[in-house]
């Protein structure tokens, strides 16, 4: 499957934006989506997930009410709404996909920034 993640963007402290990942080569309603990010000089670290019947999680509280994923199996894409997004949020999102297991087919991310 390949996964394409795009609607990153410069945003003011407290804007929104609604990043998309789309797939294709392959349905993904049997898999579970997720979202990485990476800010820079850090470690990759996960954002959450959204299972193939649309249970989602979220790593900590830092984004735990304020991010928001959610998918659209007949588009074939999965989406993470982020509200109230702080500088701490900057970063370049990634979405993946697996089965079981590990994260085995990755996007090619797309870079948020928060700043004023």
């Known amino acids: 499957v390949q996964l394409q993640a795009s609607g990153g963007g410069l945003v003011q402290p407290g804007g929104s934006l609604r990043l998309s990942c789309a797939a294709s080569?392959?349905?993904?309603?049997?898999?579970?989506m997720g979202w990485f990010r990476q800010a820079p000089g850090k470690e990759r670290e996960f954002v959450g997930d959204i299972s193939w019947s649309g249970i989602s999680k979220y790593q900590s509280d830092t984004v735990k009410g304020r991010f928001h994923i959610s998918r659209d199996n007949a588009k074939n894409t999965v989406y993470l709404q982020m509200n109230s997004l702080k500088p701490e949020d900057t970063a370049v999102y990634y979405c993946?996909?697996?089965?079981?297991?590990?994260?085995?087919?990755w996007g090619q991310g797309t870079l948020v920034t928060v700043s004023s």
């Open positions: 080569g392959c349905a993904i309603n049997a898999y579970f």
């Open positions: 993946a996909a697996r089965v079981t297991g590990n994260y085995s087919y």
